[in-house]
């Protein structure tokens, strides 16, 4: 008999369903539909429709039958979240009632060997959620060992950054680094783990994919998307695995519930209006029970707000996002 695969099992879900409260008639967008967790569920609590977006088109792929069950209701889009105002609009829809974004890799995506994002498994070293632009193993190929170290260390938080990327750019003058089983050989050589503790990759992985797939950068372009299309009394309910995920959310949305002062000399009331009301003043965790029958969910956070009826503030992006290099400045773009 063989043993079957656990299927994905969405994090926070009754946490996610509380605070976007669909509603019937209501409009939502699942910005990153993966498996269709958050979009089934959503579909279920309410005669709604669901606008479901993931630049992954395997992820699309799988989601034929979720749009064949839903009757009409469920609509899904190949494309980045970060564009998720421009797609609702292009399917003529000028305003959302609500939406969700679950930040991260997919555990579709770990358990695919040819995608390149486990240590676990060996394949080409990958990791583009889309497909498109340069591969992790483009960038070790070409990346200088500093700004490799800096990357490695902001976006991984892995304290041998130094370490791993001299080993690294010391590893691809012999040969060319092209599989995750390389990259994870490598990286073990120079961070020790002991038994019980995260695989020595684990966090350079993370940064690496990261980084390629310029998930800071998206999030931040994401959450100004649903500033722009949702309406007054709108909600936005982000659910986040990373501390430097965690961290743009809340203070983009601390930012956006306040009003924002022209100068220091004036009063708050001078500055636009807060175009957000949080629904969470601290962040949402699973409990005890979701953490144990769900290890993803350990690291999970749940940030949510209503939308206001000010208008949607011009955006500077390098306010939110820590200082690393873009990745076409690396790529000599």
Known sequence: MTESIAPHVPVLLAEVLEFLAPRDGGIYIDGT????????????????????????????????????????????????????????????????DGVVLDI??????LDQAERGFSFRLDGPLDMRMGGEGPSVADVIASIGERELANIIFLLGEERHSRAVARAIVKERQTVPIATTRQLADIVSRVVRSKPGQIHPATRTFQA????????????????????????????????????L?????????????????????????DGPAPTFSLLSRKPVIA??????????????????????????????????????PRLADVMGH
Not at 47 to 69: M, P, T
Not at 254 to 266: E, G, L, M, N, P
Not at 298 to 324: G, Q
């Open 33 to 96: 539909f993966g498996a269709g967790g958050y979009s089934r569920a959503i579909l279920q609590a309410a005669n709604c429709k669901v606008l479901g977006i993931d630049r992954d088109q395997s992820a699309i792929a799988l989601g034929a039958d979720l749009v064949e069950q839903s009757g009409g209701r469920l609509t899904l889009t190949q494309d980045r979240f970060s564009q998720l105002d421009d797609v609702a609009r292009e399917l003529g829809r000028e305003t959302i």
């Open 104 to 109: 991260g890799v997919s555990s579709m995506q």
């Open 208 to 243: 690496l994919r990261i980084f390629v797939n310029e998930e800071l950068h998206e999030l931040v372009l994401a959450l100004a998307a649903a500033e722009r299309i949702l309406k007054e009394d709108g909600r936005l309910v982000v659910v986040t695995f990373h501390s």
């Open 245 to 269: 995920e965690d961290r743009i959310v809340k203070t983009f949305l601390s930012d956006r519930s306040k009003s924002a002062a022209v100068s220091r000399h004036r009063p708050l009331t």
């Open 287 to 324: 409990s005890d029970a979701e953490n144990e029958t769900n290890p993803r969910a350990r690291s999970a956070k749940l940030r949510a707000a209503l939308r206001n009826a000010a208008a949607a503030r011009a955006l500077d992006e390098d306010e939110f996002l820590p200082r690393l």
